[in-house]
């Protein structure tokens, strides 16, 4: 089992930036791939950006250029830097931590947190 909790969202104007973080615990011996989401209202979840336990990131392309992922184990923490932020990028953003199966004992599985809303104005 593993626990999500993000934190960070809130009110940004235009142009500003934003550091979202999310606390993480349980047992992470399956995790392989973490990740952020974020879902606008009337639309489906969408990615953002990924980070394998190797360091390996992957970006939407829509937000390469503006966002960093990183994870920090010592911590057990996962980071979501976002600059240049634009009103269209309004979001609850989601943590994600995803067992892909590897591994005795693992199985595919998906973990969530509850999501922290980020609002930009314009």
């Known amino acids: 089992q593993v626990h999500l909790v993000e934190s960070g969202g809130g009110l940004v104007q235009a142009g500003g930036s934003l550091r979202l973080s999310c606390a993480a615990s349980?047992?992470?011996?399956?995790?392989?791939?973490m990740g952020w989401y974020r879902q606008a209202p009337g639309a489906e979840r969408e990615l953002v950006a990924t980070?394998?336990?190797?360091?390996?990131?992957n970006y939407a392309d829509s937000l390469k250029g503006r966002i960093t992922i990183s994870g920090d184990n010592a911590k057990n923490a996962l980071y979501l830097e976002m600059n240049s932020l634009k009103p269209e990028d309004t979001a609850v953003y989601y943590c994600?931590?995803?067992?892909?199966?590897w591994g005795t004992g693992c199985h595919l599985y998906d973990y969530w947190g509850q999501g922290t809303q980020v609002t930009v104005a314009s």
């Open positions: 349980g047992d992470f011996k399956c995790i392989s791939l």
């Open positions: 980070i394998t336990s190797d360091g390996d990131t």
């Open positions: 994600s931590y995803h067992d892909r199966g």
